[in-house]
């Protein structure tokens, strides 16, 4: 849900990372952070337990600037990816804007990705709200691993629709800000 | 495409309606400062003491904590918990739900008492409550700035600018 903020001259929008556990959401998040300037981006907040998994959710703000006179912001989210954490992952897709669903490559993790797709559908339909009309957009994680799903393989199990995807490998930052890039301009272009 | 979920639009007029609240409620409870965040964990404004803090991770995680909360409330058969109070030993937080899309945040010390704000909590969020149900009755204006294609192009520009050689 963006908010339009005449009085203060901003535009807030909510980007969700979405995926199975150790996709690489939070890898996303922290690739962002280290190479956006300090002056276009807060603080990376991260509720996660002692072994750095995700607890709650990770939080990073990143300003576009004055666009017609209006400073917009991107509100970037991640979730938790493990199955037990649905009741956080569903609080955090509330009034969303635009999701990138990050799936990891991996052979073995195929039907954890399509799980988590389905877990997607069904957690933002019970906000009332259907994948298909908002802004989303898909990144195939991890390419450069040895034991990895065909791309063919990946589009046909998880992008019927043909939203627009990304391959990229998070860690070394292949593939972050063109993923970025595409769910911000969709999210903008939602707007009018 | 249609929006994830509808946008809302604060204008000048409801921001003076609501800072004038605000300003009446801070005098009356002797609060340090309060801020409003929306549901999806967006500032929309603050009042009295500017706080220090990154008003943007605060305004996230007040909304997450809202929300889990709202969770926890179900699960033990309540439809909500319509305010939270978090007591720290100098500093405490007392939040309040206002028209199930906005939450106040009442940042106070020991210039006053739990029991105060609590008091004082009633009437500013009734008064917030109409005025918010207003703005999100209201349909975006056709005027809105950012329904010009001329936004989008230019945001498009500046995500290219700013993204692109990442």
């Known amino acids: ?192 | 495409m249609a929006a994830g979920a509808s946008s809302w639009a604060l204008e000048e007029r409801d921001h003076a309606r609501i800072e004038r609240s605000l300003q009446s409620f801070l005098y009356d409870s002797n609060a340090r400062c309060v801020l409003l965040v929306d549901r999806a964990g967006q500032l929309v404004t603050t009042a009295g003491e500017r706080p220090d803090f990154d008003q943007a991770a605060f305004a996230s995680l007040a909304a997450a904590d809202f929300a889990a909360n709202d969770q926890l409330a179900s699960m033990i058969g309540e439809k909500e918990f319509s305010s939270l109070f978090h007591q720290g030993e100098r500093e405490s937080m007392y939040l309040a739900d206002i028209a199930r899309r906005v939450i106040l945040v009442v940042l106070f010390d020991n210039r006053t008492t739990v029991g105060m704000i609590r008091i004082k909590v009633k009437g500013v969020v009734r008064e917030l409550t109409e005025v918010f149900h207003e703005i999100f009755s209201r349909a975006p204006s056709a005027s809105s700035p950012v329904l010009e294609a001329a936004f989008a192009d230019e945001a498009e520009d500046e995500i290219d600018r700013l993204f692109g050689d990442m």
């Open chain 1, 1 to 192: 849900m963006s908010l339009i903020n005449y009085s203060s001259r901003e535009i807030s929008c909510k980007i969700v990372y979405y995926g199975p556990g150790l996709c690489g959401k939070t890898t996303n998040l922290e690739y962002i952070y280290d190479k956006v300037s300090p002056s276009t981006r807060g603080k990376l907040i991260s509720l996660a337990t002692q072994t750095d998994r995700t607890l709650f959710f990770d939080f990073l703000p990143v300003d576009l600037g004055a666009i017609r006179g209006f400073k917009t912001r991107f509100q970037l989210y991640t979730v938790p990816g493990q199955v037990y954490y649905n009741a956080s992952r569903k609080l955090i897709l509330r009034n969303v804007d635009g999701v990138v669903f990050v799936a990891d490559s991996q052979v073995e993790r195929l039907d954890a990705n399509i799980e988590s797709m389905h877990n997607l559908y069904e957690n933002l339909a019970e906000y009332g709200v259907d994948l298909r009309e908002i802004p989303f957009v898909i990144q195939y994680n991890k390419r450069d691993l040895p034991n990895i799903s065909s791309l063919e393989e990946l589009q046909g199990q998880l992008n019927p629709n043909g939203v627009q995807h990304f391959e990229a490998v998070a860690t070394r930052g292949i593939g972050v800000f063109d993923t970025l890039a595409a769910v911000s301009k969709l999210v903008i272009r939602s707007l009018s």
